[in-house]
Protein backbone atom coordinates (compact mmCIF):
# COMPACT_ATOMS: atom_id res chain seq x y z
CA UNK A 1 0.00 0.00 0.00
CA UNK A 2 1.46 3.44 -1.15
CA UNK A 3 0.21 6.48 0.51
CA UNK A 4 1.06 9.31 -1.85
CA UNK A 5 3.13 12.56 -0.52
CA UNK A 6 3.35 14.12 -3.38
CA UNK A 7 -0.21 14.70 -4.72
CA UNK A 8 -1.36 17.67 -2.30
CA UNK A 9 -3.68 21.04 -3.01
CA UNK A 10 -3.70 24.06 -0.80
CA UNK A 11 -5.49 23.40 2.75
CA UNK A 12 -5.55 19.42 2.01
CA UNK A 13 -3.50 16.61 2.83
CA UNK A 14 -4.47 14.18 -0.31
CA UNK A 15 -3.25 10.23 -0.24
CA UNK A 16 -3.64 7.93 -2.81
CA UNK A 17 -3.98 4.10 -1.86
CA UNK A 18 -4.24 0.60 -4.37
CA UNK A 19 -5.89 -2.78 -2.79
CA UNK A 20 -7.66 -5.44 -4.15
CA UNK A 21 -9.13 -8.84 -4.11
CA UNK A 22 -9.24 -10.20 -7.80
CA UNK A 23 -7.52 -8.55 -10.94
CA UNK A 24 -6.34 -4.76 -11.01
CA UNK A 25 -6.31 -2.53 -7.67
CA UNK A 26 -8.21 0.24 -7.84
CA UNK A 27 -6.22 3.61 -6.91
CA UNK A 28 -8.20 5.24 -4.39
CA UNK A 29 -7.32 8.69 -3.45
CA UNK A 30 -7.92 9.79 0.45
CA UNK A 31 -8.29 13.72 1.43
CA UNK A 32 -7.24 14.55 5.21
CA UNK A 33 -9.48 17.04 5.47
CA UNK A 34 -8.69 18.22 9.40
CA UNK A 35 -6.01 16.37 11.51
CA UNK A 36 -7.23 17.02 14.89
CA UNK A 37 -5.11 14.54 16.75
CA UNK A 38 -1.73 14.60 15.01
CA UNK A 39 -1.88 11.41 12.66
CA UNK A 40 1.24 10.31 10.69
CA UNK A 41 0.95 8.99 7.26
CA UNK A 42 2.56 5.71 8.68
CA UNK A 43 -0.63 5.39 11.29
CA UNK A 44 -2.99 6.50 8.44
CA UNK A 45 -1.40 3.92 6.52
CA UNK A 46 -1.82 1.38 8.77
CA UNK A 47 -5.35 2.24 9.66
CA UNK A 48 -6.52 2.05 5.75
CA UNK A 49 -4.58 -0.94 5.18
CA UNK A 50 -5.90 -2.95 8.18
CA UNK A 51 -9.78 -1.73 7.04
CA UNK A 52 -8.92 -3.78 4.18
CA UNK A 53 -8.78 -7.05 6.17
CA UNK A 54 -11.74 -6.37 8.15
CA UNK A 55 -14.44 -7.73 5.35
CA UNK A 56 -14.64 -10.70 7.28
CA UNK A 57 -16.56 -12.75 4.21
CA UNK A 58 -13.17 -13.45 2.51
CA UNK A 59 -9.48 -14.17 3.90
CA UNK A 60 -7.90 -11.12 1.90
CA UNK A 61 -7.53 -7.73 1.32
CA UNK A 62 -10.90 -6.00 -0.76
CA UNK A 63 -10.21 -2.97 -2.63
CA UNK A 64 -11.56 -0.66 -0.14
CA UNK A 65 -11.32 0.11 3.96
CA UNK A 66 -14.37 -2.02 5.13
CA UNK A 67 -16.67 0.80 6.24
CA UNK A 68 -16.46 2.60 2.50
CA UNK A 69 -16.92 -0.81 1.14
CA UNK A 70 -20.30 -1.44 2.96
CA UNK A 71 -21.82 2.12 2.68
CA UNK A 72 -21.89 1.71 -1.17
CA UNK A 73 -23.05 -1.62 -1.05
CA UNK A 74 -25.80 0.09 1.01
CA UNK A 75 -26.14 2.67 -1.17
CA UNK A 76 -27.01 0.12 -3.97
CA UNK A 77 -29.41 -1.96 -2.00
CA UNK A 78 -31.04 1.48 -1.26
CA UNK A 79 -31.42 2.60 -4.83
CA UNK A 80 -32.19 -0.91 -5.75
CA UNK A 81 -34.91 -1.11 -2.64
CA UNK A 82 -36.10 2.82 -4.24
CA UNK A 83 -36.55 1.72 -7.82
CA UNK A 84 -38.08 -1.39 -6.65
CA UNK A 85 -41.21 0.63 -4.76
CA UNK A 86 -41.10 3.38 -7.00
CA UNK A 87 -42.18 0.71 -10.08
CA UNK A 88 -44.32 -1.67 -7.97
CA UNK A 89 -45.95 0.81 -5.05
CA UNK A 90 -45.03 4.47 -6.65
CA UNK A 91 -48.44 5.75 -5.49
CA UNK A 92 -46.97 5.29 -1.69
CA UNK A 93 -43.88 7.66 -2.41
CA UNK A 94 -44.82 10.89 -0.25
CA UNK A 95 -44.31 13.94 -2.38
CA UNK A 96 -44.49 17.84 -1.41
CA UNK A 97 -46.42 20.42 -2.89
CA UNK A 98 -44.15 20.90 -5.72
CA UNK A 99 -44.35 17.01 -6.35
CA UNK A 100 -40.81 16.56 -5.40
CA UNK A 101 -40.28 13.64 -3.49
CA UNK A 102 -40.00 13.90 0.40
CA UNK A 103 -36.62 11.78 1.00
CA UNK A 104 -37.14 11.79 4.80
CA UNK A 105 -40.74 10.17 4.86
CA UNK A 106 -39.24 7.76 1.93
CA UNK A 107 -36.11 7.34 3.99
CA UNK A 108 -38.54 6.16 7.00
CA UNK A 109 -40.37 4.04 4.82
CA UNK A 110 -37.16 2.45 3.37
CA UNK A 111 -34.87 2.37 6.74
CA UNK A 112 -34.93 -1.04 8.59
CA UNK A 113 -34.83 0.76 11.52
CA UNK A 114 -37.88 -0.89 12.41
CA UNK A 115 -37.79 -3.96 10.83
CA UNK A 116 -36.52 -7.44 12.01
CA UNK A 117 -33.06 -6.21 10.26
CA UNK A 118 -32.03 -4.09 12.54
CA UNK A 119 -30.21 -5.87 14.68
CA UNK A 120 -29.27 -8.76 12.08
CA UNK A 121 -25.90 -8.18 9.86
CA UNK A 122 -27.53 -8.49 6.39
CA UNK A 123 -24.48 -7.13 4.33
CA UNK A 124 -22.45 -10.50 4.17
Known sequence: MIISQSATLHAANHRGVSRHLMGVGKPVEYSVLVD??????????????SLCYSHQIVNSAISLPEPIYQADELAKRGQNNYLAMKRLEGNRIT???????DYRALTEMLCYKNSNLKSTRFTA
Open 36 to 49: EIGVSQDELQGLLN
Open 95 to 101: RNRDRLV
